[in-house]
């Protein structure tokens, strides 16, 4: 009998439970592994799904018209336009991903570093991922011209890429790519008949209003699909929503039909009550563009809070333009690591911060990284607060960073990088085997 496709756990929701676990056992943790944003939900909100308690049945695969049209209006607000019939929502954009990649079919290529799902899923779907270096500062986007070579030799390889992700803005990295890229990008996607997915879950948390992430499908209508949600803006990531908007071509036809046909054999619909929800929260009233711009304030503080402490040990940061994350690089560090902790690897160094500190955090191998590489990636998300109240004190805050709580975590994480770095001899063989 073949042997059944390597199935392994998400490495941020497996760092999340391993965590919990040691929360559990007394530990004290600090959680900056998963994206997992620790804000509550916006009452208005709360009160629209506790509203459609009553709606039980499964409703049209695709979704209901009005989350289709709210979110197709929500796309056109930012300059694209969209057809509610080309709008596919599913329990969470990550579903919706796994499903355009089963729908596309071929291989994919993908940035490097990306998110941790994005090649676990081409495994799952038996693809070999195609990864693609990003350029200095611009994550998330493979660098067009090694774009081109790769899918090249991967063809004249006998392979069959067919599509390539862009994720705008970047999770690991925090940054955007500049339009200049995206448009270079879809010209080589063009050139290579590749479908873009790009997914912009991201494209409400950027820090500078005047600077917002430009879509692929600006550049490549015919040949771009948009995913998006509401996990990160509003924070209602167990809710279980996502949306793709499909473009308005031949492809985007055919794609449409082949994705609905998925979901159904997978989803059937998306929940009813959530999509009522969903459907109000991407209409954009008042409070919920506050609420949102709130929260991106809050993230920005935090996460360049952060940033600094990192920076003030050596670590090499690139400056962060948008989402919860900075992607600190030791390499400067690496003679220090090794004689001092026998690091030699970003997972090693991961481990050692969980292990001797209880500070959560991944290495850049999670995110397709050689093992050598000595990144790691930081959430600041989860640390607004162990409490509701305490967290929309974080949102309201005009100096969340002064707040005792927050404060606090950074200054444990000060603390810990102070004695990582601290120059101490090589500890003794007995003591490291003890
Ligand atoms: C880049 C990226 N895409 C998608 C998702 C998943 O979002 P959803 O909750 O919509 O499935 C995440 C969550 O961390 C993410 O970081």
Not at 13 to 40: C, F, H, N, T, W
Not at 91 to 115: C, E, I, Y
Not at 130 to 140: K, R, S
Not at 321 to 347: K, M, V
Request: proline share 8%; aromatic share 4%.
């Amino acid at each position: 009998m073949p042997e059944p496709t390597e199935v392994t756990m998400s490495a941020t929701l497996a760092a999340d439970e391993a965590l919990a676990r040691r929360r559990l056992a007394g530990e004290q943790v600090l959680s900056m592994a998963s994206g997992e944003i620790g804000l509550p939900v916006l009452p208005a909100l709360r009160a629209k799904l506790a509203a459609a308690a009553g709606l039980n049945t499964y409703g049209p695969v695709a979704g209901s018209a009005a989350l289709r049209t709210a979110a197709a209006d929500y796309w056109r607000r930012r300059g694209l336009s969209a057809d509610p019939g080309l709008v596919v929502c599913g329990p969470g954009s990550k579903p919706l991903l796994f499903a355009l990649l089963l729908a596309v079919g071929g291989d994919v290529a993908l940035p490097m570093p990306s998110w941790v799902s994005y090649a676990a899923q081409a495994g799952l779907l038996g693809v070999r991922p195609i990864p693609v270096e990003t350029l200095p500062g611009q994550g998330g986007v493979p660098d067009p011209d090694r774009l081109r070579e790769a899918v090249t030799a991967a063809r004249a390889a006998g392979r069959d890429p067919r599509s390539v992700v862009v994720t705008l803005p970047d999770n690991p990295t925090g940054t955007i790519a500049r339009p200049g890229t995206v448009r270079r990008l879809c010209e080589a996607a063009r050139e290579l008949d590749l479908v873009v997915i790009s997914d912009e879950i991201y494209c409400d948390l950027v820090f500078d209003d005047a600077q917002p992430a430009v879509s692929p499908a600006v550049f490549a209508p015919e040949r771009t699909v948009v995913t998006t949600g509401l996990t990160k803006n509003l924070a209602v990531g167990g809710w279980r929503t996502g949306v793709a908007r499909l473009p308005d071509s031949d492809i985007g036809r055919a794609l449409h039909t082949r994705l609905v046909g998925v979901a159904s054999q997978i989803w059937s619909s998306p929940a009813a009550p959530v999509q009522e929800a969903a459907a109000w929260a991407f209409t954009e009233p008042p409070e919920v563009v506050e609420h949102i711009r709130a929260s991106r304030r809050l993230h920005e503080a935090v996460a360049r809070a952060m940033a600094a402490r990192f920076a003030a040990v050596g670590a090499l940061l690139t400056p962060i333009r948008a989402t919860c994350y900075l992607y600190p690089d030791f390499e400067p560090l690496r003679e220090h690591l090794e004689a001092a902790h026998r690091i030699t690897s970003g997972a090693e160094l991961a481990q050692h911060l969980v292990e001797a500190y209880g500070l959560g955090l991944l290495p850049a191998s999670a995110f397709g990284e050689p093992g050598r590489s000595l990144r790691l990636r930081v959430a600041t998300s989860r640390l607004y607060g162990d409490t509701d109240e305490q967290r929309t004190a974080a949102l309201a805050a005009t100096d969340p960073v002064a707040l005792p709580w927050i404060r606090a975590s950074l200054d444990r994480v000060e603390e810990v990088l102070a004695d990582l770095v601290a120059s101490r001899a090589p500890r003794p063989e007995a003591a490291l085997h003890a």
